[in-house]
């Protein structure tokens, strides 16, 4: 199975708090599955071989900054160029453990369904908002998607870590 990451920036750059955690993203994917392949605009992919990530594939051809009318289109041109089964991860996705596909039903899966954050929120009414989304998630209310097998535990893949070390005994009173 190819793992795969997509990335293509405005500014044609993959900034370094970003670039951290896609540092840290690859090097996971590729001791789980033992691959990991690099979409992007031909800067950000320049960026990517000159820092030498650890891609087995560096591709700039199927995406560019003229497709970035959405995030989401990038992402659908690579997946549309796949001719073997794959795993796209998020950049910014750690998957601490091997996901075993064989164990689900359905030939894909998602981690958990976005949620929007809204800038102007202090912190503490983030974290409140995160709070009581996470404690009362979509899989565990059917009504609110149509079929709660397609989403993956939030919690499986990287959210525990988050809200370990956000919600400390002081942050868990203020809410």
């Not at 900054?65 to 160029?81: A, C, G, H, M």
Request: proline share 3%.
């Amino acid at each position: 199975m190819k793992v795969v990451h997509t990335y293509v920036d405005k500014m044609g750059i993959i900034w370094k708090e970003l670039l951290y955690t896609q540092y840290l993203s690859a090097i996971l994917a590729k001791k789980h599955y033992g691959n990991i392949s690099f979409y992007g605009d031909v800067e950000e992919c320049r960026q990517v071989i000159d820092l030498g990530l650890p891609y087995d594939e560096v591709n700039d051809k199927i995406v560019n900054r003229v497709d970035l009318n959405t995030w989401s289109i990038p992402k659908l041109k690579v997946y549309e160029s796949m001719n073997e089964s794959f795993l796209h991860i998020d950049t910014d996705t750690l998957l601490f453990n091997k996901i075993i596909f064989d164990t689900y039903d359905q030939n894909y899966l998602f981690s958990h369904i976005d949620m929007h954050t809204p800038s102007e929120l202090s912190k503490n009414e983030l974290i409140s908002e995160l709070y009581k989304y996470y404690s009362n998630p979509p899989y565990k209310n059917p009504e609110n998607i149509k079929n709660k097998n397609n989403y993956f535990y939030i919690n499986k893949t990287y959210s525990k870590l988050f809200f370990d070390l956000i919600f400390s005994k002081e942050t868990v009173q203020l809410i």
